[in-house]
Protein backbone atom coordinates (compact mmCIF):
# COMPACT_ATOMS: atom_id res chain seq x y z
CA UNK A 1 0.00 0.00 0.00
CA UNK A 2 1.62 3.15 -1.15
CA UNK A 3 2.30 6.13 1.59
CA UNK A 4 -0.04 9.03 0.80
CA UNK A 5 1.48 12.66 1.01
CA UNK A 6 0.09 16.19 1.30
CA UNK A 7 -0.25 18.80 0.08
CA UNK A 8 -0.82 17.44 -3.23
CA UNK A 9 0.42 21.24 -4.64
CA UNK A 10 1.88 23.65 -3.21
CA UNK A 11 2.93 27.66 -4.69
CA UNK A 12 5.34 29.51 -2.91
CA UNK A 13 7.09 32.43 -3.32
CA UNK A 14 11.23 32.62 -3.73
CA UNK A 15 12.16 32.31 0.24
CA UNK A 16 8.77 30.95 1.88
CA UNK A 17 9.23 27.68 3.77
CA UNK A 18 7.69 24.85 2.88
CA UNK A 19 6.25 21.30 4.61
CA UNK A 20 5.38 18.26 2.73
CA UNK A 21 4.26 14.96 4.54
CA UNK A 22 4.24 11.70 4.19
CA UNK A 23 2.17 9.25 5.94
CA UNK A 24 2.48 5.24 5.85
CA UNK A 25 -0.48 2.69 6.86
CA UNK A 26 2.79 0.08 7.52
CA UNK A 27 5.73 0.00 9.99
CA UNK A 28 8.54 1.79 8.09
CA UNK A 29 12.61 0.96 8.37
CA UNK A 30 12.86 3.93 6.04
CA UNK A 31 11.66 6.63 4.42
CA UNK A 32 13.75 8.43 1.15
CA UNK A 33 12.52 11.71 0.11
CA UNK A 34 13.34 12.37 -3.55
CA UNK A 35 12.45 15.70 -6.01
CA UNK A 36 12.05 15.35 -9.92
CA UNK A 37 11.86 17.64 -12.22
CA UNK A 38 9.62 17.52 -15.70
CA UNK A 39 11.22 14.94 -17.75
CA UNK A 40 13.81 13.75 -15.49
CA UNK A 41 14.99 11.20 -13.41
CA UNK A 42 14.15 11.70 -9.42
CA UNK A 43 17.17 12.88 -7.80
CA UNK A 44 17.93 11.67 -3.92
CA UNK A 45 17.73 14.37 -1.32
CA UNK A 46 17.32 12.92 1.75
CA UNK A 47 17.02 9.12 4.00
CA UNK A 48 15.98 8.89 7.43
CA UNK A 49 16.15 5.22 9.12
CA UNK A 50 14.27 3.63 11.91
CA UNK A 51 16.80 4.99 14.80
CA UNK A 52 16.75 8.49 14.31
CA UNK A 53 20.06 8.07 11.34
CA UNK A 54 19.79 11.22 8.99
CA UNK A 55 21.57 11.90 5.73
CA UNK A 56 20.67 15.16 3.29
CA UNK A 57 21.10 18.54 2.46
CA UNK A 58 21.29 22.12 3.61
CA UNK A 59 18.29 24.06 3.73
CA UNK A 60 16.25 20.31 3.23
CA UNK A 61 15.82 18.84 6.05
CA UNK A 62 13.21 16.13 7.80
CA UNK A 63 11.79 14.55 10.52
CA UNK A 64 10.67 10.77 10.68
CA UNK A 65 7.80 9.83 13.42
CA UNK A 66 8.55 5.73 13.38
CA UNK A 67 5.24 5.60 15.73
CA UNK A 68 3.02 7.48 13.52
CA UNK A 69 5.09 5.98 10.55
CA UNK A 70 5.19 9.68 9.02
CA UNK A 71 7.96 11.67 7.79
CA UNK A 72 8.17 15.13 6.83
CA UNK A 73 10.40 16.81 4.58
CA UNK A 74 11.44 20.86 5.42
CA UNK A 75 12.44 23.31 3.10
CA UNK A 76 13.39 26.73 4.41
CA UNK A 77 13.94 29.86 2.79
CA UNK A 78 13.23 28.01 -0.81
CA UNK A 79 14.81 29.01 -4.39
CA UNK A 80 13.68 28.66 -7.35
CA UNK A 81 15.85 25.64 -8.12
CA UNK A 82 13.25 23.49 -5.78
CA UNK A 83 10.74 23.42 -7.99
CA UNK A 84 9.42 20.00 -8.87
CA UNK A 85 7.65 17.10 -7.85
CA UNK A 86 8.88 15.67 -4.54
CA UNK A 87 8.34 12.15 -3.62
CA UNK A 88 8.73 10.13 -0.74
CA UNK A 89 9.49 6.17 -1.04
CA UNK A 90 9.20 4.09 2.28
CA UNK A 91 11.05 0.72 3.09
CA UNK A 92 10.05 -2.07 5.01
CA UNK A 93 13.07 -3.81 5.12
CA UNK A 94 16.22 -3.74 7.55
CA UNK A 95 18.72 -4.85 4.97
CA UNK A 96 19.30 -6.03 1.81
CA UNK A 97 17.90 -4.98 -1.67
CA UNK A 98 15.26 -2.11 -0.98
CA UNK A 99 11.70 -2.02 -2.33
CA UNK A 100 10.59 1.42 -2.20
CA UNK A 101 6.80 1.92 -2.51
CA UNK A 102 6.51 5.93 -3.61
CA UNK A 103 3.59 8.24 -2.67
CA UNK A 104 1.71 10.08 -5.15
CA UNK A 105 4.02 12.99 -5.03
CA UNK A 106 3.53 16.78 -4.36
CA UNK A 107 4.15 19.07 -6.47
CA UNK A 108 5.87 22.50 -5.30
CA UNK A 109 6.32 25.74 -7.34
CA UNK A 110 8.18 28.34 -6.42
CA UNK A 111 7.60 31.70 -7.79
CA UNK A 112 9.77 34.46 -7.86
CA UNK B 1 30.55 11.77 -9.18
CA UNK B 2 29.38 8.20 -10.15
CA UNK B 3 26.21 7.75 -11.31
CA UNK B 4 23.76 5.32 -12.88
CA UNK B 5 23.60 5.00 -16.75
CA UNK B 6 21.17 3.98 -19.06
CA UNK B 7 20.61 3.43 -22.79
CA UNK B 8 18.73 4.06 -24.45
CA UNK B 9 17.06 7.08 -24.02
CA UNK B 10 14.34 6.25 -25.68
CA UNK B 11 13.12 3.59 -27.47
CA UNK B 12 10.09 3.36 -30.09
CA UNK B 13 8.46 -0.02 -31.02
CA UNK B 14 5.92 -1.88 -32.60
CA UNK B 15 3.42 -3.47 -30.44
CA UNK B 16 4.40 -7.70 -30.09
CA UNK B 17 8.27 -6.57 -30.27
CA UNK B 18 10.71 -7.79 -27.77
CA UNK B 19 12.89 -4.86 -26.32
CA UNK B 20 15.73 -4.54 -24.04
CA UNK B 21 16.62 -1.56 -21.94
CA UNK B 22 20.28 -1.36 -20.32
CA UNK B 23 21.57 -0.12 -17.82
CA UNK B 24 25.28 0.38 -15.89
CA UNK B 25 24.70 0.65 -12.05
CA UNK B 26 27.26 3.00 -9.99
CA UNK B 27 30.51 0.09 -9.97
CA UNK B 28 30.34 -0.56 -5.80
CA UNK B 29 26.70 -1.30 -5.22
CA UNK B 30 25.31 -4.20 -5.00
CA UNK B 31 21.75 -3.68 -5.14
CA UNK B 32 19.96 -3.00 -8.67
CA UNK B 33 16.39 -2.16 -9.41
CA UNK B 34 14.04 -1.31 -12.15
CA UNK B 35 10.78 1.01 -11.62
CA UNK B 36 8.51 2.80 -14.51
CA UNK B 37 6.54 5.85 -14.41
CA UNK B 38 3.56 6.63 -16.50
CA UNK B 39 3.53 9.65 -17.49
CA UNK B 40 2.60 12.18 -14.72
CA UNK B 41 2.01 9.46 -12.47
CA UNK B 42 4.04 7.86 -9.92
CA UNK B 43 6.98 5.89 -9.52
CA UNK B 44 6.36 2.26 -9.16
CA UNK B 45 8.43 -0.94 -8.53
CA UNK B 46 9.08 -3.61 -10.59
CA UNK B 47 12.02 -5.59 -9.28
CA UNK B 48 14.91 -5.65 -7.56
CA UNK B 49 17.97 -7.93 -8.46
CA UNK B 50 20.85 -9.11 -6.06
CA UNK B 51 23.23 -11.81 -6.14
CA UNK B 52 22.43 -12.64 -9.63
CA UNK B 53 19.20 -13.50 -8.79
CA UNK B 54 15.91 -11.52 -8.43
CA UNK B 55 14.99 -10.25 -4.81
CA UNK B 56 11.67 -9.23 -5.47
CA UNK B 57 8.97 -8.61 -8.13
CA UNK B 58 6.08 -6.69 -7.91
CA UNK B 59 2.68 -7.45 -9.62
CA UNK B 60 3.77 -5.49 -12.80
CA UNK B 61 6.85 -7.91 -13.71
CA UNK B 62 4.84 -11.10 -15.11
CA UNK B 63 6.35 -13.40 -17.22
CA UNK B 64 6.88 -10.80 -20.43
CA UNK B 65 9.85 -9.52 -17.94
CA UNK B 66 13.20 -10.70 -16.98
CA UNK B 67 16.26 -9.33 -15.74
CA UNK B 68 19.94 -10.05 -16.25
CA UNK B 69 23.15 -9.14 -15.19
CA UNK B 70 24.93 -10.73 -18.51
CA UNK B 71 28.79 -9.49 -17.42
CA UNK B 72 30.25 -7.19 -14.29
CA UNK B 73 28.98 -3.87 -15.61
CA UNK B 74 25.63 -3.81 -17.34
CA UNK B 75 21.86 -5.07 -16.13
CA UNK B 76 19.45 -5.43 -18.75
CA UNK B 77 15.77 -5.36 -18.49
CA UNK B 78 13.84 -7.50 -21.26
CA UNK B 79 10.50 -6.99 -22.30
CA UNK B 80 9.37 -10.28 -24.35
CA UNK B 81 6.20 -8.91 -25.93
CA UNK B 82 5.67 -5.40 -25.57
CA UNK B 83 1.86 -4.08 -24.95
CA UNK B 84 0.53 -0.57 -25.35
CA UNK B 85 0.40 0.05 -21.25
CA UNK B 86 4.34 -0.85 -21.43
CA UNK B 87 4.28 2.39 -22.65
CA UNK B 88 6.66 4.47 -19.93
CA UNK B 89 9.77 6.10 -18.40
CA UNK B 90 11.70 3.15 -17.45
CA UNK B 91 14.33 3.66 -14.70
CA UNK B 92 16.93 2.37 -13.52
CA UNK B 93 18.55 2.45 -9.51
CA UNK B 94 21.21 1.20 -8.02
CA UNK B 95 22.20 1.28 -3.96
CA UNK B 96 24.49 0.72 -1.11
CA UNK B 97 21.47 1.98 1.59
CA UNK B 98 20.51 4.92 -0.79
CA UNK B 99 19.53 4.41 -3.91
CA UNK B 100 20.47 6.19 -7.37
CA UNK B 101 18.19 6.86 -10.43
CA UNK B 102 19.57 6.77 -13.80
CA UNK B 103 17.98 9.26 -16.44
CA UNK B 104 15.22 7.17 -17.84
CA UNK B 105 14.54 5.27 -21.03
CA UNK B 106 11.27 6.91 -22.68
CA UNK B 107 9.43 3.37 -24.11
CA UNK B 108 6.84 4.37 -26.32
CA UNK B 109 4.97 1.15 -28.20
CA UNK B 110 3.12 1.86 -30.78
Known amino acids: QQPVQSPQAVILREGEDAVINCSSS?????VHWYRQKHGEAPVFLMILLKGGEQKGHEKISASFNEKKQQSSLYLTASQLSYSGTYFC?????????????FGQGTRLTINP | EPEVTQTPSHQVTQMGQEVILRCVPISNHLYFYWYRQILGQKVEFLVS????????KSEIFDDQFSVERPDGSNFTLKIRSTKLEDSAMYFC????????FGPGTRLTVL
Open chain 2, 93 to 100: ASSGDTQY
Open chain 2, 49 to 56: FYNNEISE
Open chain 1, 89 to 101: GTGEKIQGAQKLV
Open chain 1, 26 to 30: KALYS
